[in-house]
């Protein structure tokens, strides 16, 4: 394979996981461009911060928020420990909406919990008694 003369981008058709590679291909670049939009914005700064996470070249990274090309295995393991977005989008691709009922469902567990401890909170008074009911009634 030879480079072109001019411009950053590999002929279609030549590798890479974008252009001429297998239909679903182009639909998990897609679906992973449109989890990071959702996460992280279209902005530069965007860009730079998925750069971090991975390590990856921020022209690798502009590649995947276009939708062009898809991350690999190794960069796809780092984008869904830092983006939900991304991981739900992973989830779907792979059929497996069961899961994502499973960790919204724990989230929305451990919001009641923080909900709870927060009403704990409110009915103590300052010396860490706990304020009934009838202690209310004037």
Do not use: C
């Amino acid at each position: 394979m030879s480079f072109p003369k001019k411009g950053k981008f590999f002929p279609d058709g030549n590798g890479g996981s974008g252009g001429g590679g297998l239909p679903g291909d182009r639909v998990f670049a897609s679906e992973v461009s449109a989890a990071l939009h959702r996460a992280l914005g279209p902005t530069h700064a965007g860009i730079k911060t998925v750069a971090a996470w991975t390590g990856a070249n921020e022209r690798t990274v502009k590649n995947w928020f276009s939708g062009r090309y898809g991350p690999s295995g190794e960069h796809l393991a780092v984008l869904v420990q830092h983006s939900d977005e991304v991981l739900n989008a992973f989830l779907a691709l792979a059929g497996r909406q069961d899961l994502m009922v499973a960790i919204k469902l724990a989230a929305a567990e451990q919001a009641i919990m923080e909900v709870l401890i927060a009403l704990r909170h409110l009915t103590q008074d300052r010396d860490g008694r706990r304020l009934d009911s009838a202690d209310n009634r004037e």
